[in-house]
């Protein structure tokens, strides 16, 4: 399988920042999400999108999260305004029509300072 | 409250040797997946189980789904370094009302001795 590119691999910004995060999908792809993972911790769903709209969501997104896919390419997660315990891993994934492995992107570290 | 749980959560074992992850989960689902995560590295797919009695193996790795139990394993054979990782579980909801999401197990971090 094609890897899922992610941007930005790194990135540090102090609290009450904005973020936005950057999956870049592949074009057979029907299913993104996004999930995070705290360090030395599980996995946690974020967040699902299909068709260019959200089809579930955890009580972890809450207002300050949103996703879109702005120019029908890249799948964008965005964090208004940082928390430090918004800290974490952010994993990208995405899934065919046959709805059966979920890809993962090599993730963007995000630190809340 | 929907729980996956994995045991061990933490597993040191000689190379050589057999053991058994075990993921249990507390809703109704015929889809579960394993994955394997290298220190500071993304998830890779290993098996996906998509029905009751599935059985897949890869290598030294096998697993198996039971969904009457809600029970999956995943079985390692004559362990090789190579395959020290946290392995995580993780249940498929789509099957209940269209819930498109995972719910991961906590993970079981598995180092192989030489």
């Given at each position: 399988?094609?890897e899922?590119?992610?941007?930005?691999?790194?990135?540090?910004?102090?609290?009450?920042?904005?973020?936005?995060?950057r999956?870049?999908?592949?074009?057979?792809?029907?299913?993104?999400?996004?999930?995070?993972?705290i360090?030395?911790?599980?996995?946690?769903?974020?967040?699902?999108f299909?068709?260019?709209?959200?089809?579930?969501?955890?009580?972890?997104?809450?207002?300050?999260?949103?996703?879109?896919?702005?120019?029908?390419s890249?799948f964008?997660l965005?964090?208004?305004?940082?928390?430090?315990?918004?800290?974490?891993?952010?994993?990208?994934?995405?899934?065919?029509?046959?709805?059966?492995?979920?890809?993962?992107?090599?993730?963007?570290?995000?630190?809340?300072? | 409250?929907?729980?996956?749980?994995?045991?061990?959560?933490?597993?040191?074992?000689?190379?050589?040797?057999?053991?058994?992850?075990?993921?249990?989960?507390?809703?109704?689902?015929?889809?579960?997946?394993?994955?394997?995560?290298?220190?500071?590295?993304?998830?890779?797919?290993?098996?996906?189980?998509?029905?009751?009695?599935?059985?897949?193996?890869e290598?030294?790795?096998?697993?198996?789904?039971d969904t009457k139990?809600?029970?999956?394993?995943?079985?390692?054979?004559?362990?090789v370094h190579?395959?020290?990782?946290?392995?995580?579980?993780?249940?498929?909801?789509?099957?209940?009302d269209?819930?498109?999401?995972?719910?991961?197990?906590?993970?079981?971090?598995?180092?192989?001795?030489p």
């Open positions: 399988e094609p899922v590119t992610q941007t930005p691999s790194h990135q540090v910004t102090q609290m009450g920042q904005e973020v936005i995060l999956c870049v999908p592949i074009s057979n792809h029907l299913y993104f999400y996004w999930y995070r993972q360090l030395g911790q599980k996995v946690e769903f974020l967040v699902s299909y068709n260019n709209e959200i089809s579930e969501k955890s009580e972890i997104f809450d207002d300050q999260f949103s996703v879109e896919r702005p120019d029908g890249n964008t965005k964090i208004r305004s940082t928390k430090l315990e918004d800290s974490a891993m952010y994993f990208c994934a995405r899934q065919k029509r046959n709805r059966k492995t979920q890809y993962f992107g090599p993730g963007t570290r995000l630190l809340v300072l | 409250e929907l729980k996956v749980e994995q045991n061990p959560l933490f597993l040191s074992m000689q190379e050589g040797k057999n053991y058994t992850i075990y993921c249990n989960y507390s809703t109704t689902s015929d889809r579960l997946y394993w994955y394997r995560q290298d220190p500071g590295k993304s998830l890779e797919s290993l098996f996906v189980l998509l029905s009751n009695g599935a059985v897949k193996q290598g030294r790795l096998m697993a198996s789904l139990a809600r029970l999956s394993t995943l079985h390692i054979t004559a362990a190579d395959l020290s990782a946290t392995y995580f579980c993780a249940v498929d909801l789509s099957a209940m269209s819930n498109y999401q995972l719910i991961w197990g906590a993970g079981t971090k598995l180092i192989i001795k």
